[in-house]
């Protein structure tokens, strides 16, 4: 069964370096997303993606963020200036449909650790 | 005031017994998702519901659209269903907001 992957499983970083998290949605899904959780806490939106662009983003989504999608597979979250507060489990979801058609299938997450 | 409010928080029971897990919301929405997180902390989705009902295996979900209210059931539940249960409501544009989820703990 085609299933979300993402990469790293674990990333410890500096505060105040830059990371890539990596996600390969599944192959022919449209709709692009990204949440976080931090420790302990319910699970966040951060924002959605399609057609090669932002459709959607929340207030935590802020000027440290971008997305991208490269090259028709990767599906990328970069945080520019990691902050103590950024360490989180970052989940990535892909979907086929528009609107609320379609289930949001997972990746298993990146464990984000900011030192 | 949370939009999306799940009870209970924690929830202990005995293998084989009838679990009822439920999920309150506060605003109107196009669907609603019973998600299953393990400890591992990878998430699984179970349901997308709009209306109605929905079965799959040993697990139920049932949505009241004019109470804003949701249910996931579990029948004769058993130690691998160990997990968190989160409720998840799709609003307007394309974000899900989640609840809290319920830490569901099935002893042998």
């Known amino acids: 069964e085609p299933e979300v992957t993402q990469t790293p499983s674990h990333q410890v970083t500096q505060m105040g370096q830059e990371v890539i998290l990596r996600c390969v949605p599944i192959s022919n899904h449209l709709y692009f997303y990204w949440y976080r959780q931090i420790l302990g806490q319910k699970v966040e939106f951060l924002v959605s993606f399609y057609n090669n662009e932002i459709s959607e983003k929340s207030e935590i989504f802020d000027d440290q963020f971008s997305v991208e999608r490269p090259d028709g597979s990767n599906f990328t979250l970069k945080i520019r200036s990691t902050k103590l507060e950024d360490s989180a489990m970052y989940f990535c979801?892909?979907?086929?449909?528009?609107?609320?058609?379609?289930?949001?299938?997972f990746g298993p997450g990146t464990r984000l650790t900011v030192t | 005031k949370n939009e999306v409010e799940q009870s209970p928080q924690n929830l202990t029971a005995q293998e084989g017994e009838f679990i009822t897990i439920n999920c309150s919301y506060s605003?109107?929405?196009?669907?609603l998702h019973w998600l299953q997180q393990h400890p591992g902390g990878g998430i699984v989705s179970l349901f997308m519901l709009s209306s109605g009902k929905k079965k799959h295996g040993r697990l139920i979900a049932t949505i009241n659209i004019q109470e804003k209210h949701s249910s996931l059931h579990i029948t004769a539940s058993h130690p691998r269903d160990s997990a968190v249960y989160i409720c998840a409501v799709k609003a307007s544009g394309s974000r899900l907001t989640f609840g809290e989820g319920t830490q569901l703990t099935v002893n042998p």
């Open positions: 605003v109107g929405i196009s669907a």
């Open positions: 979801a892909s979907k086929i449909l528009a609107g609320s058609g379609g289930e949001q299938y």
